[in-house]
């Protein structure tokens, strides 16, 4: 299946849609320099379409919840005047949604159950492709798996240009719902970009793997696919990735005007002296008029030191 090559960067996308984007933060914790950034940009290249931009928090973990992270995320978005359209949405609140689409995937004959242990394909050696275990088991608890075969998925990054995946080459049958009975990112992400009617999804590379698993779900749900854009993540000078998980200094919303001005470094958008320690709603309407989409092709490292 491919998706059709669009380099367009006016006004809409090829289905002729107003663009719709999304930032959508899990909360997990506060946002550090590397989820400032990954915002930045999203909202960056919403408005230089004239389009909207929306926020979701995606709390479908509560295991791996941070008390008060969700209001921490908010005011370091109001405070960097990141600020978004309509009403803010919450991933918990989508349940009917994600039952309803695994209903429609279960009725097509799409999913099957597994009771495959974690331990057991890692000593198998299984993590990168499921082995079609639990396939044909007809198993009736666990955790549910779309099947996937050798389904070829193709489409035209906007800044990281033509992929191509084997889905059953990695990761083979992919889980939608845990065992515990979490809803799956993977799922998660697909029902409600389609039910909020986002036509662009401009995330960190790191992410990347995850869209031909996303755009074949959407094929199976007849959802239409959106565009899709991956940017470089931002790393420590030793190459590792700035995230929550490995414990990444949160932002100081004190310094909102040097936050936004070292993204904007960052992106090759340096800001005129007089606009150093300007109010941030400053800075990010001057960040919208000089921002160009096309600037992010000339990097094709999936990698920026967060200088």
């Known amino acids: 299946m491919s998706l059709p090559n669009d380099n367009s960067v ?3 996308i090829a ?6 984007g999304r930032f959508a933060p899990s909360p997990t914790g506060p946002l550090h320099l590397g989820s400032l950034f990954a915002a930045l940009v999203s909202l960056l290249d919403a408005r230089k379409h004239a389009g909207r931009w929306l926020l979701r928090i995606e709390d479908i973990d509560p295991p791996r919840e941070v008390a008060g992270a969700t209001d921490a995320i908010l005011k370091s978005l109001e405070s960097h005047a990141l600020l978004w359209d309509g009403n803010l949405t919450f991933q918990r609140d989508s349940t009917d949604r994600f039952l309803n689409a695994i209903e429609q995937l279960r009725q097509a004959d799409h999913l099957f159950y597994c009771d495959c242990a974690r331990k057991s394909l890692l000593a198998a050696r299984s993590l990168n492709a499921y082995p079609g275990t639990c396939r044909h088991k007809r198993l009736d608890s666990g955790a549910l798996r779309v099947r996937v075969y050798d389904t070829i998925i193709e489409f035209h990054d906007r800044w990281q240009g033509a992929q191509k995946a084997n889905l059953g080459d990695r990761p083979g049958d992919f889980v939608i719902r845990r065992r515990d009975l979490l809803f799956a990112y993977q799922l998660a992400v697909i029902v409600d970009d389609h039910a909020s009617g986002v036509t662009d999804v401009v995330r960190g590379i790191d992410l990347i793997d995850s869209t031909p698993r996303q755009i074949h779900l959407q094929a199976l749900l007849k959802y239409e696919h959106p565009r899709y854009g991956h940017f470089p993540v931002l790393t420590d000078r030793e190459g590792s990735k700035l995230s929550k998980q490995t414990g990444s ?7 909102a005007s040097a936050n936004l001005e070292r993204c904007l470094n960052l992106l090759g958008m340096p800001l005129a002296s007089t ?4 109010p941030c709603t ?3 309407d001057w960040a919208i008029e000089h921002y160009e989409p096309c600037s992010l092709l000339k990097s094709k490292s999936p990698f920026m030191v967060a200088t």
């Open 15 to 20: 289905t002729g849609r107003p663009y719709v």
């Open 282 to 284: 400053e800075i990010v």
């Open 249 to 255: 200094t949160p932002i100081d919303d004190a310094d």
């Open 10 to 12: 006016t006004g809409t």
């Open 275 to 278: 606009l150093r320690g300007a």
